[in-house]
Every structure is written in C-alpha cells, then in structure tokens.
C-alpha cells in the first residue's frame, strides 16, 4: 500500500491538533506500521510529548542544513521515528522569503522518504509558511474541532486555506479524511450546539466522525508524564477515544484501497 500522508489542522489553537497527531501517529505504530510523525509546528510540542532532545529539527531540513536521515529521531516509540521542531523554526518565515516555490519545500525534501506506512504532520494554529508547507505534502487532513464558535471558524478558515492550495495545486491529492470533535461533553449545551452546527456544514458535516475526542483530563496528565494516553490511562475515555479514531483511520485506508481497486477492474 502508499504511504499515507496525514496532516492535523485548525488555525484555532489548543483544539487538540498535536494530541490528535501524537495519538493517530503512536496507534497506526501500536498496530504494527511503521510511521514518521513530524512537528510543523515551532512550539515543538511533540519534542515536550517524547522528550526529543536532538539538535537538529525541520528547520534544519527545510533550509538545507541537514538531510531528512540526519533530522528524523528514530526509535521513539516501537515502530515510530519524529522529526522535531524548535523555536527557531518561527525565523523560517523570513529566512525561507527569497527561496522559489517555498510553500513546497517539505514535499521536495521528502520526496523520496521511503520505509515508513505513514506519516503523521502537525501544525501549528496559523496559516504560516510550515503550515503551508505540510499542506502542500500532506494528502489526507484531520481537523480537530473544539466544543465552542471560534474552534469552528477557525477550521472554516482552515479548509479555505486548503481550498486556496487546491485551485493553486488542482493536480494534488489533498482530502479531508476527518472533522473531530474534541473536549466534548454529553452534558453541556456548547457540545451541542458546536455538533449541530459541524453537523449543519455543507463542507465539515460529511466528515464529521463522531463521537469523537470526549473531554478528559488524563489526557493531560498523560502529556505531563511524556506518555501517550495508552500508556498513561489504558482504560480512560481518551483511551478508548482515540482507539476508535485510529480504527477509523485504518478504515478509510481500507475504503480508499477498495476504490482504487474497483478502478483497476473497471479499467481491465
Ligand atoms: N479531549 C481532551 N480533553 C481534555 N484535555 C485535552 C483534550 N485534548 C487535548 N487536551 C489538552 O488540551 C491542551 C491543548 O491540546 P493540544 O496541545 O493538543 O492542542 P493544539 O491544537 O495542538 O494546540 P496549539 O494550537 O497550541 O498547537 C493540552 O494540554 C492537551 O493535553
Ligand atoms: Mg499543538
């Protein structure tokens, strides 16, 4: 099968883009595939979830400094290699500005990495150049949704940046594979009200997995002890929360392959 590429996105901050990201990319590890997770984001906050420590990140491989092998950490997890980011990845904006084609440099980087199932992007919450970037090399999106308005239009602006990229690049593979809700809460009024519009959006509702991400707090304890939820909490909600959407995850996969299939038959 293709390596998948997965991108996590929402201009909104704090939605759970990078729990989403570190969750998707450890279950597919769990379950026996090779991944790469990369932080597009200069925040870092996968380097804080695993406690990476190496000193070169996709700043060095989106300037030159470094090759893809000398920038991926490998062995984070069983099965699961990162590429990490810093701070200093905020300078790439203005550093990158004279390079040509500099929304595709991620792409070309990585244009012949091979030996992972899938690679797993996460972003930070603005439509920055990295941003662009992993747009530009992902093919399949996870938007992450938070329970209130501005989580909301911030994915709306989200998916006109991708529509932009798409009349830019119309050749390009780039599908939405899930809208997922987080911080849910069957008792509150927000939860509802935020499902009903997701549910009401001609764009987002067709994708809207549901039930997704319920509010729960070890996913913070689970962070604060460099762990995924699995390790930390094995029989939270989060837990069984994210097994769900990583079987989701394989599903579509699945579908996807059955489709292309279904085409090679009609094509013979
Ligand atoms: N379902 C949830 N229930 C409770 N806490 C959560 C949930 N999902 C994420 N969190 C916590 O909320 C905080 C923000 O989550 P996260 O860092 O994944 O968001 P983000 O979208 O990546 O933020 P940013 O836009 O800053 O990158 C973290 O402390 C995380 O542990
Ligand atoms: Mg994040």
Not at 71 to 94: H, K, N, Q, W, Y
Request: with cysteine; glycine share 6%.
């Amino acid at each position: 099968m293709p390596m998948r590429k997965i991108a996590v996105v929402n201009m909104k901050g704090g939605v759970g883009k990078t729990t989403t990201a570190v969750h998707v990319a450890a279950g597919l590890a769990a379950r026996g595939q090779r991944v790469l997770l990369i932080d597009a984001d200069p925040q870092g906050n996968i380097g804080h979830t695993f406690r990476l420590r190496q000193p070169l990140t996709i700043e060095h491989l989106l300037t030159g400094d470094a090759p893809v092998e000398a920038v991926i950490v490998r062995g984070v997890r069983e099965g699961m290699d990162a590429i990490p980011s810093t701070p200093a990845a905020f300078s790439l904006e203005r550093r990158l500005a004279g390079e040509t084609q500099r929304e595709t440099i991620l792409a070309r980087r990585l244009r012949n990495l091979t030996g992972y199932d899938a690679v797993v992007i996460d972003s930070s919450p603005a439509m920055n150049l990295l941003t662009y970037n992993a747009l530009l090399y992902a093919e399949e999106l996870i938007v992450p949704v938070g329970m209130d308005l501005m989580a909301i239009i911030g994915a709306r602006q989200t998916l006109n940046g991708v529509a932009e990229v798409k009349d830019l690049w119309p050749d390009r593979r780039l599908d939405l594979l899930a809208v997922l809700p987080t911080f849910t809460s069957a008792t509150n009024n927000a939860t509802k009200a935020a499902l009903e519009a997701l549910e009401q959006d001609p764009q987002m509702g067709p994708y809207l997995c549901l039930p997704g991400i319920r509010q729960c707090i070890d996913l913070n304890y689970a962070t604060s002890q460099r762990q995924t939820v699995w390790e930390y909490a094995p029989r939270s909600r989060a837990a069984e929360d994210y097994t769900r959407l990583v079987d989701f995850v394989i599903r579509q996969e699945q579908a996807g392959a059955h489709v292309i299939q279904e085409k090679a038959k009609t094509a013979v």
